[in-house]
């Protein structure tokens, strides 16, 4: 499975995004996650659907600001990001999930199978 993300970009204070991720190849998805990785920072979980029911989670520092959702024809799934913060800034990355196994949510990076190569999100003050 390849992962290709995109709709990165510098924005200001307040705007929003979207962010996409195409997945091609073979392998069915059980689920797809984001993570963001800041400058001298770990990486960390953004947010995750589970393909075929779309159900979703959210992490704390985008919970209630961002929905994150997926296009079953197109292979894609989007992360919107709403109310952006300078603290939002970083590289963020997609990530797919082929196991089809485990009922918990997918908040680890250990969780996932595949890795995009990310796309830079810039919130200026």
């Known amino acids: 499975v390849q992962l290709q993300a995109s709709g990165g970009g510098l924005v200001q204070t307040g705007d929003s995004l979207r962010l996409s991720c195409k997945a091609s190849?073979?392998?069915?998805?059980?689920?797809m996650g984001w993570f963001r990785q800041a400058p001298g920072k770990e990486r960390e979980f953004v947010a995750t659907i589970r393909w075929n029911e779309a159900r979703t989670y959210y992490g704390d520092s985008v919970a209630g600001r961002s929905t994150v959702s997926r296009d079953i024809a197109e292979s894609t799934t989007y992360l919107q990001l709403n109310r952006l913060k300078p603290e939002d800034t970083a590289v963020y990355y997609c990530a797919a999930r082929v196991r089809s196994i485990g009922s918990r949510w997918f908040i680890s990076i250990s969780d996932y199978d595949y890795w995009g190569q990310g796309t830079k999100v810039t919130v200026s003050s």
């Open positions: 190849g073979r392998g069915g998805l059980y689920a």
